[in-house]
């Protein structure tokens, strides 16, 4: 029986259901029930009929659909593929901001620990982040972890004053506006579409900037046929399968995340027939991070 097979026979077995990222190994994408975004994969992660939820993602993915799922089994192929962005705020500054603001809102973007988002009122993903802190009643906002979706939703939302944290990722954060610029001079043709993770200058010479799922619907609606995509190479996968007659373009330095590349169909194999890696939180960090997700679930609809 060859792996895929053997996935396949586990999966129906111990009653399990596999959700990927974009950003993973195209074979790991390819034996995903549901393939997404952030948000995409949050929203799906609720109601799912089976018991188990191998997610082929990176820590706070699993964490966060265990948190919205307590009485199912959610398993991480690989336990030590976190993001390093979801670190990069604490406890004691949103305190000290709180204190600072009045009608403060502390907006915490998904890719964060659940300790964080635990101190925050609303979580938001890339896709949706522009529409909730739209809906907030809040003047103030203190948007962890990520500078740049910050400085993103920021411009969408001038009526709201922002309060900026230096978290960042390191993936879209290093990308090289040169390389971009250098691809476009190689085909001027070629629309960019990019990540809001990515540096203000990309940013601004860009044609679309969306979530990965915005993405991959911009290039797919869009007339033109050649695109500069600026985020995780993962997506190609995606990009390519849906449109078959279009070309997309990496900068020379392709953007690739090393955790999300961690997942591999040995390992989402391995964690099925043994139930390894299972993710746990305690009750009261269920209840204080839920909160925020709910939220996030309830003002996106
Ligand atoms: P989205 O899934 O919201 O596009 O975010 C990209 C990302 O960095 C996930 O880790
Ligand atoms: Fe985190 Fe960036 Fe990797 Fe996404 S691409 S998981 S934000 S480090």
């Known amino acids: 029986m060859d792996m895929i097979d053997e996935i396949k026979k586990w999966k129906k077995e111990k009653n399990a259901v596999i959700l990927a990222h974009y950003y993973v190994n195209p074979e790991v994408q390819q034996i995903a ?10 929203k ?34 690989d336990k030590s593929a976190d993001c390093a962005m979801a670190h990069m705020a604490d406890a004691q500054t949103i305190q000290k ?25 609303v979580c938001v993903t890339s896709a949706n982040a522009v529409q909730i802190v739209k809906a907030l009643p809040n003047k103030h906002i203190f948007f962890i972890p990520d500078k740049n979706l910050a400085r993103y939703v920021a411009q969408q939302v001038p009526e709201k004053e922002f309060v900026f944290n230096q978290g960042y990722c390191p993936v879209h954060e290093h990308m090289k506006l040169r390389e971009v610029k250098r691809v476009k001079e190689l085909h001027p043709e070629a629309e960019i579409l990019t990540h809001p993770e990515c540096p203000e200058a990309i940013c601004e010479i860009s044609d679309y900037i969306g979530s990965t799922s915005g993405i991959i619907s911009y290039a797919t609606q869009s007339p033109k046929k050649e695109f500069i995509i600026c985020t995780e190479n993962g997506v190609r996968y995606e990009l390519e399968m849906r449109n078959p007659d279009k070309q997309f373009y990496f900068t020379e330095t392709e953007p690739v995340c090393m955790d999300m590349k961690k997942i591999t169909l040995e390992k989402v194999l391995h964690v099925l027939k043994t139930g390894e890696n299972e993710v746990h939180v305690t009750e009261k960090v269920r209840e204080e991070s839920g909160k925020a997700l709910e939220r996030m679930l309830e003002l996106a609809k």
């Open 33 to 42: 029930d549901y393939i997404g975004d952030s948000f995409y994969l949050s």
């Open 44 to 77: 799906v992660a609720v109601g799912l009929k089976e018991q188990t939820i191998v997610f082929c993602g990176v820590a706070f993915m699993g964490e966060s659909a265990k948190i919205l799922n307590l009485d199912k089994t959610v398993l991480m192929p």
């Open 97 to 121: 901001m709180r204190d600072t603001y009045e009608d403060l809102a502390v907006v915490c973007y998904i890719n964060s620990t659940a300790e964080l988002k635990r101190h925050s009122d």
